[in-house]
């Protein structure tokens, strides 16, 4: 399984692609909007398809942008002009009526499309139908609700490996490491996660014990 930060914010997209291990990134409207608003800076059209590109340079692998349009053909607009800022750029599409009509056009022409904010195994059907390279399914927010995330997606991997579908599964709105370990072992091609959880999945006590256990052994006895 990949690991993706979902995040729009360059610095900790630099930190995690040192570690070598990061393999894309996903943004929406709500992420951008925060680091736009974090760095005091104003949102325009320029600034955004800057940054976008910035965040294509930082990371060696796909980026979704999302558009905001919500009908299909100014989504479709959107989408080219995302596409067309950088190679890495795959274009998000929320999954509705709208989203599935600019799916097929975008896709059509060969522009790579993640439909996001799918909450069950029908959605992620149709959104595969329409021919999107990648699904995400929003774990933590079925969650949220008291209904089980986990499930959502085992639905969605098994139906899309029943059906041989050519389609991604992005595990996302990841809140905690444990979701990580579950959508790799019901296995999700790519989880997406915040900076805070992605630090948490190396992160363990008995690591940080048994080094500083080590290093004081070995201050003892060093030539
Ligand atoms: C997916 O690509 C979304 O950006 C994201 O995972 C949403 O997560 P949230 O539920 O934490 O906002």
């Known amino acids: 399984m990949e690991l993706y930060l979902d995040t729009a914010n360059l610095e900790e997209i630099r930190e995690i692609a040192q570690w070598g291990v990061l393999s894309g990134v996903t943004t929406n409207p709500t992420l951008v909007a925060k680091e736009f608003a974090a760095r005091g800076e104003k949102l325009s059209q320029e600034a955004l398809e800057g940054h976008l590109r910035a965040i294509c340079e930082a990371v060696g692998g796909p ?7 919500l009908d299909a053909e100014g989504m479709v607009e959107q989408g080219k002009r995302l596409a067309a800022l950088h190679p890495r750029i795959v274009v998000k599409l929320p999954t509705t009526e709208e ?90 091609d790519i989880a997406t996660m915040p900076h805070g959880v992605f630090k948490q999945l190396l992160k363990h006590p008995l690591t940080d014990l048994g080094l500083k256990r080590f290093m004081d052994d070995w201050e003892k006895v060093k030539p």
């Open 99 to 188: 989203g599935l009509r600019a799916c097929k056009r975008l896709s059509a022409e060969g522009i790579p499309v993640n439909m996001t904010l799918i909450f069950s195994a029908n959605q992620a059907l149709l959104a595969a139908r329409a021919g999107a390279a990648y699904v995400s399914p929003f774990l933590g927010r079925v969650d949220d609700i008291s209904w089980d995330g986990g499930e959502l997606l085992r639905e969605i991997v098994e139906l899309i490996q029943v059906q041989d579908l050519p389609v991604r599964v992005i595990a996302a709105s990841i809140r905690h490491p444990r979701h990580v370990t579950e959508a790799a072992l019901l296995g999700a």
């Open 63 to 69: 980026v979704s942008a999302e558009v905001t349009a």
